[in-house]
């Protein structure tokens, strides 16, 4: 499966921005965002099962992000809302092997290239 980011861009500090990623195959996998600042480890942002079903948010995203997933067309939103500047990082999408959401970068097989997301204040 390979995944590709768009989306991203430069928003100011209180801003919305969307993101999405696209699928080169249909997938029943659970999907994630993830993303990395500069020198820190990847770090969990969202994720969601196949079904829709269920989703699962980072604390610091919560109440702010909502992920979504269109499998008609193969693609994972993110919209982001409320942006800090330390929601700045590098955005990827990821893509497990299973169906079961995971918080854990290591249980996602597939990722994109990322997008880059820049809050300003």
């Known amino acids: 499966v390979q995944l590709v980011e768009s989306g991203g861009g430069l928003v100011q500090a209180g801003g919305s921005l969307g993101v999405s990623c696209a699928a080169s195959?249909?997938?029943?996998?659970?999907m994630g965002w993830f993303r990395r600042a500069p020198g820190k480890e990847r770090e969990f942002v969202a994720a969601?099962?196949?079904?829709?079903?269920?989703?699962r948010y980072a604390d610091s995203v919560k109440g702010r992000f909502a992920i979504a997933r269109d499998d008609a067309k193969n693609t994972v939103y993110l919209q982001m809302n409320g942006l800090k500047t330390q929601d700045t990082p590098v955005y990827y999408c990821?893509?497990?092997?299973?169906?079961?959401?995971?918080?854990?970068?290591?249980?996602?097989?597939?990722w994109g290239q990322g997008t880059q997301v820049t809050v300003s204040s």
């Open positions: 990821a893509a497990r092997s299973s169906t079961i959401i995971s918080i854990s970068p290591s249980e996602y097989a597939y």
């Open positions: 195959t249909q997938t029943t996998a659970a």
């Open positions: 969601i099962t196949w079904t829709r079903a269920f989703t």
